[in-house]
């Protein structure tokens, strides 16, 4: 059968949030606090991967979390998501967070993210997900590139419980 038969189009997952930030959302420079930006990220990706396979999904990594630009007190962070690859069970969603001046219009990206998720059946398990269809050049670039950071996130996975086994074996 061919993959592509049942592939998802990307447009299906994509997911867009949009936030003000107020006074509580920032840190004493009076820009939003990482860990909230992490929140929203984490979030949006949950929405983009139920929409993607229509079914419950768990949060298994978030890598490549990378800030580039501050977020301010009275600015909208407007956060957009998407499913762009699946292996089994897991889905890859990349996030853009942009900052916007409600006033000046200026926009720009403030930070970028690669999270995975895993589809659960009814007793908690595993379960897989259909594949992907890109619409777009980014969407295909960013197909073509998932396998490469795939194999990085399972290599990183096993060393670091390789590391930990270790760890655990000298204290016991």
């Known amino acids: 059968m061919d993959e592509q ?3 998802i189009p990307v447009s299906q997952s994509r997911s867009i949030m949009t936030e003000l930030v107020f006074p ?6 009076g820009t939003m606090f990482g860990g909230t930006v992490m929140k929203y ?3 949006i990706s949950a929405i983009a991967a139920i929409r993607h396979c229509r079914k419950p999904v768990v949060t298994a990594s978030t890598d ?3 800030f580039v630009s501050p977020i301010r007190m009275g600015e909208a962070v407007e956060l957009e998501a ?4 699946t292996h089994r069970s897991s889905m890859e969603v990349y996030v853009v967070v942009r900052a916007e001046n409600l006033f000046t219009g200026e926009r ?5 993210a690669f999270s ?3 589809a659960l059946n009814e007793d908690g398990k595993p379960t897989p997900v259909p594949p992907v269809q890109p619409e777009n050049e980014q969407e295909r670039k960013l197909a073509s590139s998932a396998p490469e950071r795939h194999a990085l996130r399972m ?4 060393e670091r419980f390789a590391s930990a086994e270790s760890t655990d074996s000298r204290t016991e």
């Open 41 to 43: 990220i984490d979030k």
């Open 5 to 7: 038969t049942n592939a």
């Open 82 to 85: 998407f499913v762009t690859w």
């Open 24 to 29: 509580t959302d920032t840190n004493h420079h």
């Open 108 to 112: 720009r990206v403030t930070v970028t």
């Open 155 to 158: 290599k990183r996975r096993h």
């Open 64 to 66: 490549s979390l990378d």
């Open 116 to 118: 995975t998720f895993v």
